[in-house]
């Protein structure tokens, strides 16, 4: 059995070529023919048909949705599929297919395209989401990894700032979950959920280890696995790393879902093989 592991064209991030390493380890060990490659002309269209490079399988783990859906469409099996990451990717998408199926998330107002640099910003919007979600409240752009692009936004001043900053790219305002600083990080394989850490950060509202935040291993509860492996199982992935905050009064919200998330903090304090069980699903399914 073919397997390819594939990492982006221009991969710089030891953390992400370490992952991609990792689950080939644990493919090889049990008996696959894996190779960890670069997302360069794996596929192409010639004489209307796709072709793609010669494999099974494939665990994907770029954002890039034109190569992710050329390889399915030339019969490659991609974990997780290239409808999964495209949602994941869009943190908005996320929220969207999540609606509606009694999963609590932090209440989301989304900002309306912007396609001119000269426009002015609307103040109408903005009092509207400074209403509906009070300060502090958190701007996100649609896409960013490892915490770029989230903004934690105290009054009207820094509001304004940040829609004329973003007005040209895709982004919404959510409402401030939590104390700050804190999250707990849940891996789904699967399915079913693996483990979980507490992740802390005292010099960042965001938790992110590559953030300087720490892990350490948390028992989550059957309210907190449910939930995770009911969003896991509505997003349809095979693999995911999802991120939950803890209210005040101790609800779990939903606040963000990573298809491609890193493992490598979550086996060391939680003691599990996060590629091993990941691989094991891989060659079975």
Known sequence: MKILIVVNAYIKNHSQIRQAE????ELKALGADCEVVRNIHLAEIK???????ECEKCVFLDKDKAAA???EKSGVK?????EAIEVCDDKMLTHIALANSGILMPDTVYAPLCYYADADIDMKFLDDVADKLGFPLVGKLCYGSLGSGVTLIKDVAQLKVYENENKLKAHFYQKFVGKGGE???????GGKYVCSMKR????????NIELGGKGQKFDADREIIELCEKTASILELDYCGIDVLMDTDGS????EVNSNAFFAEAERVCGINIAKKYAELIIAK
């Open 22 to 25: 990792r689950i080939c380890e």
């Open 47 to 53: 004489e209307g048909k796709v072709k793609g490079k």
């Open 69 to 71: 859906r050329l390889l």
């Open 78 to 82: 991609l974990f997780n599929t290239a």
């Open 183 to 189: 999250d707990i990080r849940v891996i789904v394989v």
């Open 200 to 207: 802390s950060n005292l010099n960042d509202f965001r938790s």
């Open 252 to 255: 779990p919200y939903i606040c």
